[in-house]
């Protein structure tokens, strides 16, 4: 097997958010290209953020741009991301875009020497993130991929009980994500879901899976609409994804299974979304018997408080911050990079329908 990237295991928390030293400069300007869907949610938190600007917003729809200018008119509007990524007046770009175009607006972003903030997945393969990864080192620019969840109180949470023993050994993770649509045109259902639990199971396990094994079944458009995918970890940890466009209901569930308790995160729940189970199995050798003795565990079940935070508005924060005082983020080049390396495994397995890919 080949030599993954080192992940960065430390908790969020041990990360200082709040405030980010100035050192003297003025705030960190960004260029924002594309304002679709996602688009106007960071254009909006970047406006809430004491050291961050937009100061231009470029999308090719003249509808969006439209939208743009009405919700923002201070703010330049264009149809042209080559003005974003030339403009002496930008220090960072956010590629808020389908992940096709993702390579070639950061690496013209890195060689023109701002910052980037990519939607995720980073990139469409691994060979792309390795250069741009290279590039920004060699630039000294800061890369930052967007993962989201890993701002959420619950994933915060999560990381916290782990970091401190709650659930012991880890034994698995299993994490549901389904509802009936939305349907892509470019990418399959793992490459559009998948990335939300691949990063949140990177960030909480903190090891590189071996190798994986990967299964779906194309029904409307040409992509696999369903698919499933098993990782194998060292010291025995197993992880399951589970990701399909077609269930008539919306499942957004994670399990995580450990020596001394079990978890279980819903994050469609309103209140209680993590729950914590004082539930296992405990198996002895009966001394002298060719046989096992299994005791079930049934204990108390508790429901931490978790942090009430709108987290893109804190993952942009936290980016501002690395760049003022040349911070690596947790969710990095390196970050990104494991995501599509497993992306992309994936897509091998599937074409040789579930073949074992080593990573």
Excluded at 137 to 158: C, E, P, Q, S, W
Excluded at 162 to 179: A, C, F, P
Excluded at 196 to 221: C, F, K, W
Excluded at 244 to 272: C, Q
């Amino acid at each position: 097997m080949s030599a993954n990237p080192t992940t960065v295991t430390k908790p969020l928390e041990s990360v200082q958010l709040y405030p980010a030293v100035r050192k003297g400069f003025g705030a960190i300007r960004f260029g924002v290209i594309g304002y679709g869907y996602w688009g106007p949610n960071v254009v909006r938190n970047l406006h809430s953020i004491a050291d961050a600007e937009v100061v231009s917003v470029c999308d090719k729809s003249s509808s969006s741009r439209k939208r743009a200018h009405k919700s923002h008119p201070s703010i330049y509007v264009s149809a042209d991301a080559q003005e974003v990524i030339t403009s002496p007046e930008i220090d960072a770009v956010a590629i808020i875009t389908p992940v096709w175009t993702h390579f070639e607006l950061a690496k013209a972003a890195l060689e023109n020497g701002k910052h980037i903030f990519v939607e995720k997945p980073f990139t469409s393969n691994v060979a792309q993130a390795e250069e741009l990864i290279e590039l920004a080192k060699r630039r000294n620019l800061k890369i930052m991929v967007d993962y989201t969840f890993l701002f959420t109180g619950a994933v915060k949470k999560i990381k916290q009980l782990l970091g401190e023993d709650h659930l012991g050994k880890l034994y698995y993770y299993d994490s549901t994500r389904v509802n009936l649509g939305l349907f892509q045109h470019d990418i399959n259902v793992i490459w559009d879901l998948a990335p939300h639990d691949l990063s949140i199971m990177d960030y909480l396990i903190g090891s590189n899976p071996e190798g994986l094994v990967a299964t779906g079944q194309r029904h409307l458009n040409g992509f696999e609409d369903v698919a499933f995918i098993t990782l194998y970890f060292p010291e025995n940890i197993i992880a399951h994804v589970n990701v399909n466009w077609l269930s008539p209901v919306k499942v957004r569930t994670t399990l995580i299974g450990g020596e001394k308790r079990m978890l279980v995160w819903n994050d469609l729940e309103a209140d209680e979304k993590v729950k914590i189970y004082d539930r296992g199995v405990d198996i002895t050798n009966r001394e002298g018997v060719y046989e096992l003795l299994v005791n079930y565990r049934s204990g108390d079940m508790w429901a931490p408080q978790l942090e009430q935070v709108e987290a893109l508005r804190q993952e942009l924060t936290y980016f501002v911050d690395c760049m003022i005082n040349d911070r690596d983020p947790i969710n990095d080049g390196a970050a990104g990079l494991r995501v599509v390396k497993i992306l992309e495994g994936a897509n091998k397995s599937l074409k040789k329908r579930g073949a074992l890919v080593y990573l």
